[in-house]
């Protein structure tokens, strides 16, 4: 059923499905909640996602463009070393589970860059209503 | 019709549902679900069917087997061209006797409905970045004060550079958006006309330049393939295109 037409030299990335980030994204975040269709017999199991990957992305990509602005060749300067912040936020982030942290992170995110978008509030409901059992 | 369970009081398996398929589909054979060995199957109502696998409890899911599982199943499914309303990853119901009577029956007309809209189509999701160095040049090019902060921190030592660092980022992330509207807007405008049905979201990367989940009929991929190759022909060098799919049509769900 795929669309395989062997390309030369193709412009478009056409990856694999399996296990892409993407993909793991659209099945956490989309989809039917069932919640909506069955409320009495609900199971209640917990849920490991990583709510902070959205925290951790915004922060690490304002130092990763300034850091490969800087290491254009344009003047001939060296690079800078990536500052501790954003280590710090990616490890709580990769084990926080817990919203305290995460809210942390979005303050911290929020104080430094003055930043708002509408996934954050997304991230921020999520991990509530997936502590209900 | 499932077998009617003994509903007893400690439920050690409980009912991974993966979604809900027209009842005449027909499961795939070697279909490998979430738990090793475990069991994918149908429990079917007289016009609609739920995948499900039975899941012990008292295990957190989530680990990336689980995901790769989940999304597995799902794949396959759309890969025998089955009409499929996915679940959100983790949906869980005691048994198979709540699935029929509390999922499946009482929204049997809803189900119907949304597989009929879904019967030959599939999702694809496209998304574009910048090419960081072409970009970034592009940036530096047009904008003197970027250039100038740019000096500026290439004067300083690196642990005192820290808030101009991120402020000249911020600034470069400024600059990224004023571009995506245009450059997003335009392969928007290219591929829109194939589509049933669009979804667009914001970029979740700064860099991003475009992101939408394109509704396609089965006989209009290989148009949209097409088109989406012409995009990224004419975007070479500034802005590379990722397309993935077929996907089941997790965007397309009604309630997001």
Do not use: W
């Not at chain 1, 989809?31 to 709510?51: K, M, P």
């Not at chain 2, 309303?85 to 048994?95: C, H, K, N």
């Not at chain 2, 939408?212 to 209009?220: C, G, K, N, T, V």
């Amino acid at each position: 059923m795929t669309v395989a037409t062997p390309r030369q030299d193709p412009h478009v990335d056409r990856p694999n499905r399996s296990g892409l980030a993407e993909v793991i994204e659209l099945i956490l975040d989309k989809g039917l909640v069932i919640d909506v269709f069955v409320r009495v017999s609900l199971v209640g199991i917990e849920l490991i996602t990583i709510d902070a990957r959205i925290v951790v992305a915004s922060v690490d990509t304002y130092l990763r463009f300034a850091e490969a602005t800087n290491r254009l060749d344009l003047y001939e300067k060296g690079g800078v070393g990536l500052p501790g912040l954003v280590e710090g936020i990616t490890e709580s982030g990769a084990r926080g589970k817990t919203s305290g942290v995460l809210d942390a992170a979005f303050e911290k995110v929020e104080q430094v860059f003055g930043t708002e978008n509408d996934r954050r509030e997304e991230a921020r409901r999520r991990p509530q209503r997936r502590e209900r059992s | 019709m499932a077998a009617p369970s003994e509903g007893s009081p400690q439920v050690e398996v409980a009912c991974y549902v993966y979604g809900v398929v027209p009842a005449s589909a027909r499961l795939p054979e070697q279909l490998p679900g979430l738990s090793p060995g475990g069991q994918v199957s149908l429990i079917r109502t007289e016009k609609i069917a739920a995948v499900v696998e039975g899941i012990p409890l008292g295990r957190p899911l989530g680990t990336r087997a689980h995901l790769m599982g989940h999304e597995r199943v799902l794949d396959a499914l759309v890969d025998a061209g089955i009409a499929i309303a996915p679940m959100r990853f983790g949906a869980v119901l005691s048994d198979e006797q709540v699935v029929a009577d509390e999922l499946l029956t009482p929204h049997e007309e809803h189900f119907t409905a949304l597989l009929r809209d879904l019967t030959g189509r599939t999702q694809y999701t496209l998304t574009g970045c910048y090419q960081e160095e072409s970009v970034l040049r592009e940036v530096i090019a047009e904008y003197p004060e970027i250039r100038e902060l740019r000096h500026e921190i290439s004067e300083l030592p690196a642990e005192q550079a820290y808030h101009q660092q991120v402020r000249l980022g911020e600034m470069i992330v400024g600059v990224l958006e004023q571009k995506r509207r245009g450059d997003g807007a335009d392969v928007l405008d290219a591929l829109v006309p194939y589509a049933v049905d669009v979804v667009v979201r914001e970029p979740a990367q700064a860099d991003g330049v475009v992101d939408a989940a394109f509704l396609i009929a089965d006989e209009r991929r290989e148009e949209f393939d097409e088109a989406v190759e012409e995009c990224g022909r004419q975007l070479a060098g500034r802005v590379r295109l990722r397309l993935l799919g077929p996907v089941p049509a997790y965007d397309f769900m009604p309630g997001q």
